[in-house]
């Protein structure tokens, strides 16, 4: 019997990192996973695969951080991950106008910190670890759609050009040093697990409970913007599926339809029976110093090479994120009607 195969993924509490989770937890890895250390637990997303430490577990949490390089080197040696899926980062592209540094040195350095433990473990022991770099649609910015691989970069702000770097730099190493690096080049893709201030998210939680009364309005920024939205679920097969090919290669990921995000509105508004003009209102606080209007992938060479094609449509994620939500809301109307309200969260960003 073969061994099974060990994963190292940074980001795991994130959204991808959940799903990524259980698609290699259920093709037999063991899982292995970097939780930065907070002041409140962070680990909803994952806490249903989550076995008590003290058990036998095929899932494994690490502290550490992107920005420490000798947790990182540690990490790989302690671990001795087949697979590494590097996809922590600050993601939030408003947030990256604030925090620019802070987002250069998680989304760009950060890369290079994991790719310089990498080749540092491959040329002591002579293993082979396998790379996923979780790039960006972002780093097309103002290029027109729709966008293939051979599109050129015209990043649009602080997160999108730390991610240009992480690419180039994931390139570097696989053409200096031989190392397998892929490069998933992921247009925006959604769930129910989405982070509450992305705009699908926001939309869907607004909604369902502005149905319930929980809510009164959504304040939104640009809603002209066009995006190709796809499933996370599945996203991350394709990631998979990049580290299994015989070769390392770069791969636009996407389903090849946008739509705005007043045509999202109809879709979520709709699907609940209102008048989504009557309950948005644009609010400047939302625009971005700069924008991307228009993304739209072609992801041809994914679907011939690694024969991967996305389930959903923008339709039906839009239906599954809503009926998500409305459980969500129905269970927060049950704890206002018993005297236990929560104080709504709003993202300011
Ligand atoms: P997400 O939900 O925002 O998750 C980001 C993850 O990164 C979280 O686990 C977060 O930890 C972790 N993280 C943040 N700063 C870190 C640091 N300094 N050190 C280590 N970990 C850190 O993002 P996602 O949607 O799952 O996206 C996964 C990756 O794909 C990201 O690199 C993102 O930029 C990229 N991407 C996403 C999309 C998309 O549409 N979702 C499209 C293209 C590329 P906490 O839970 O502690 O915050
Ligand atoms: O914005 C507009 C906003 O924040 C989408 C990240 O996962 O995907 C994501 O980045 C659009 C933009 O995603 C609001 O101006 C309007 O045009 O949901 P978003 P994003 O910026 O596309 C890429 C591929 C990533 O890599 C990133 O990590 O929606 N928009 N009103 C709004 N956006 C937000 N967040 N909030 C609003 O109120």
């Known amino acids: 019997m073969t061994a099974p195969r060990t994963a190292l993924i940074t980001g795991i509490t994130g959204q991808d990192g959940s799903y990524l989770t259980e698609l290699l937890l259920s093709k037999g890895y063991a899982v292995h996973g970097v939780v930065r250390r ?13 076995v008590d430490p003290h058990q036998e577990s095929r899932i494994h949490l690490h502290y550490g951080d992107l920005t420490d ?6 990490l790989l040696e302690e671990v ?22 802070y987002t250069a040195d998680v989304v760009a350095l950060g890369v290079l910190r994991v790719l310089e433990a990498v080749r540092g473990h491959q040329r002591r022991t002579g293993r082979q670890v396998k790379v996923y770099q979780a790039g960006s649609s972002e780093m097309f910015g103002s290029a027109k759609p729709r966008q293939t691989e051979a599109t050129r970069f015209e990043p649009r702000s602080p997160y999108a050009c730390a991610k240009v770097f992480a690419h180039y730099q994931c390139v570097n190493h696989r053409e200096s040093y031989g190392l397998f690096i892929a490069n998933g080049v992921l247009f925006n893709h959604e769930s129910p697990r989405r982070g509450e201030t992305f705009v699908t998210r926001k939309i869907t939680r607004a909604a369902t409970r502005i149905k319930l009364g929980l809510q009164e309005k959504l304040y939104l920024g640009n809603l002209d913007a066009r995006r190709d939205w796809g499933f996370a679920g599945d996203y991350v097969e394709a990631m998979w599926r990049m580290l299994q090919a015989d070769r390392p290669d770069d791969y636009v990921v996407a389903t090849g339809e946008s739509i705005t995000i007043r045509a999202f509105l109809g879709l979520v508004f709709g699907a609940l029976d209102l008048d989504w003009e009557a309950l948005v209102e644009v609010d400047p606080r939302y625009f971005r110093p700069a924008e991307v209007d228009h993304l739209e992938g072609d992801s041809a060479k ?4 690694l024969g991967w094609a996305p389930t959903t449509d923008v339709r039906a994620l839009a239906k599954m994120m809503v009926e998500s939500d409305l459980r969500l809301a129905e269970r927060e109307l049950v704890l206002k009607r018993s005297g236990h309200e929560e104080a709504p969260r709003g993202g300011y960003r």
């Open 38 to 50: 907070a002041s409140l637990f962070n680990t909803d997303r994952i806490d249903h695969l989550y």
């Open 302 to 305: 994914a679907r011939r090479l």
């Open 69 to 74: 390089s000798g947790a990182l080197r540690n």
């Open 80 to 101: 001795e991950p087949d697979e590494l899926y590097n996809l922590g980062a600050q993601s939030h592209v408003r947030v990256s106008f604030d925090q620019p540094e």
